[in-house]
C-alpha cells in the first residue's frame, strides 16, 4: 500500500525537551543544526530520498507570527505544505488530530490514505529503503525506530524509543510513561497507519503529550509491527550532539569521524597536502596561541591517505547565536571584548616572512578563494536547466541573475 502524505508535528515547545533556555523559536523546525535549521536539513533528507514534497505536510498548533511568517518565508518555492491551527492545544496529539481533521474538511486526504507521522526533530538517513519496505509489506501498522536498543532503568542508557522488544517472545514492550517523564523524554521515531485508523485510537488516547500514545493504540489492537532503522534525534540533549555530528560537511576530507566517548576528531583525506598544512599550521603556533585552536592528538601518513586526530569543539558558532538565540547589550559586549582580546594577541606576534609573502598569502586567503567560489557558483547555475528562485523571483539562466 502506498504512504499517500508524510506528516511531520512541528508545533509545541522544544524547550522542556532540549534545554535552550535563551533560544528564540519556540518550534524545534528553527533550531540551528550546524550551518542550516532543521526544517532544511529535513526537507533535504526527504529530496535524497525521492520523496515528492507535495505529499509532505507540516502541522503545527498555534504560531507566534514572526514564526510562522518565518517558515513561510523558508518553505516558499518548495511544494510541501504547512497547517498551523489557530489556537494552541493540549499537546502534539491534539494537534495531529484536528490537522488531521482540517485536511479530510479541505479534501487534502481520505480516511483510508496510509500516512507517515513523525516529529520534526526524528529523521531517517535510509529513508528511501524504509518506504519501499513499507509500502511492499502489506502491512499497515509500523512504528519506525533506532537501531540502537532503549535499555530500561538507565538514563545514560536511553537514545532512541521508549519501544522496544521483549527478550525472547518478540512481543512489543511499551516502557512505562510516567518514568520517562522525569527525563523529559518522549517517542522518537515515526509510525504508518491509515488516518481511519489515527482517528480511531485518538479517541481512547489517555493523554496529549507524546506520539507514542497511537503506537500503544495501535499495539493494543494487535495489529502493530516494529521497523528497525538509522534514526537521528534532534529533540533531546542526549542525542543531539551525535545527531548533529553524524550530517557534519566533511569539505575536502574523505572521512569524518567524531568518537562518541570522548570529544576526538579524525579527518583522513587522500589530499595529504591539505592535512600536512593544516597539522603544520597548529603545530607552529606560538603556546599562548595553542589553546585558542583544538589540540592536535595525532598526525600520520599511509600509502593513501593522511590521518590528523584533534580535540573536537561542539560549541555553537557566533553565527548560530546571533541568529537563533536571544543575546542581550551585556552578551554583545562581552563577545566583542574577546574578540579584540584575541585580536590583539595575534597581533603581539610578528611573522617571520617578508611584505611580498604577506601579499600572496593574503591574495589567495580573500581573493583567490572568493573567484574560485564565484567560478563554481557560476557553473552550478549552468547545471540548473529549471533556473533558480531567489528571493521569492524566478531566475532562467546566469544571465539574469549576475
Not at 550546524?34 to 533535504?44: A, R, T
Not at 527525563?183 to 506520539?211: H, P, W
Not at 547589550?329 to 616572512?353: C, V
Request: charged share 25%; glycine share 4%; aromatic share 14%.
Amino acid at each position: 500500500m502506498k504512504i499517500k502524505k508524510f506528516l511531520f508535528t512541528i508545533g509545541g515547545d522544544i524547550r522542556p525537551k532540549f534545554n535552550h533556555r535563551s533560544y528564540i523559536f519556540k518550534s524545534p523546525v528553527f533550531m540551528p543544526v550546524g550551518s542550516k535549521i532543521l526544517i532544511n536539513i529535513v526537507l533535504d533528507f526527504l529530496s535524497r530520498a525521492e520523496i515528492d514534497l507535495s505529499n509532505v505536510l507540516l502541522i503545527s498548533d498555534f504560531m507566534e507570527p514572526i514564526e510562522k511568517q518565518l517558515l513561510s518565508k523558508i518553505i516558499y518555492g518548495k511544494s510541501c505544505k504547512h497547517i498551523s491551527l489557530e489556537k494552541p492545544t493540549q499537546g502534539v496529539n491534539q494537534t495531529l488530530l484536528l490537522g488531521l481533521d482540517f485536511l479530510l474538511n479541505e479534501g487534502v486526504i481520505m480516511e483510508s490514505d496510509l500516512v507517515f507521522v513523525s516529529p520534526i526533530t526524528s529523521i531517517f538517513p535510509d529513508m528511501k529503503e524504509l518506504i519501499e519496505f513499507i509500502e511492499n509489506s502489506n502491512h499497515e501498522n509500523y512504528a519506525i525506530i533506532g537501531n540502537e536498543r532503549f535499555k530500561k532503568g538507565s538514563i545514560d542508557d536511553i537514545t532512541i524509543s521508549t519501544i522496544d522488544v521483549k527478550h525472547e517472545d518478540g512481543s512489543l514492550e511499551i516502557y512505562n510513561k510516567d518514568s520517562m517523564e522525569k527525563s523529559g523524554y518522549f517517542f522518537t521515531g515515526a509510525f504508518t497507519a491509515t488516518v481511519e485508523q489515527i482517528l480511531t485510537v485518538g479517541k481512547s488516547i489517555k493523554r496529549n503529550d507524546d506520539l507514542v500514545e497511537f503506537v500503544k493504540g495501535f499495539h493494543e489492537r494487535g495489529s502493530l509491527k516494529l521497523y528497525r532503522t538509522s534514526v537521528l534525534d534532534f529533540g533531546h540533549e542526549i542525542n543531539y550532539p551525535y545527531s548533529k555530528i553524524s550530517i557534519l560537511n566533511s569539505r575536502f576530507f574523505n572521512s569524518f569521524d567524531v568518537n562518541k566517548l570522548v570529544p576526538i576528531l579524525e579527518k583522513r583525506s587522500t589530499n595529504k597536502q591539505k592535512l600536512r598544512d593544516e597539522f603544520e599550521y597548529y603545530n607552529s603556533l606560538p603556546n599562548e596561541l595553542k589553546v585558542l585552536f583544538p589540540a592536535v592528538l595525532e598526525y600520520k601518513e599511509d600509502n593513501e591517505y593522511a590521518y590528523l586526530k584533534m580535540e573536537y569543539y561542539g560549541y555553537e558558532t557566533l553565527a548560530n547565536l546571533y541568529l537563533f538565540y536571544e543575546i542581550n547589550e551585556g552578551h554583545l559586549y562581552r563577545i566583542y571584548e574577546k574578540l579584540m582580546n584575541i585580536i590583539f594577541l595575534f597581533k603581539s606576534y610578528k611573522p617571520d616572512w617578508d611584505l611580498p609573502t604577506f601579499l600572496e598569502c593574503f591574495k589567495k586567503i580573500y581573493v583567490q578563494k572568493t573567484e574560485d567560489r564565484l567560478s563554481k557558483f557560476i557553473q552550478d547555475l549552468d547545471n540548473h536547466t529549471r533556473g533558480l528562485l531567489v528571493d521569492k523571483r524566478f531566475y532562467k539562466n546566469k544571465r539574469q541573475l549576475l
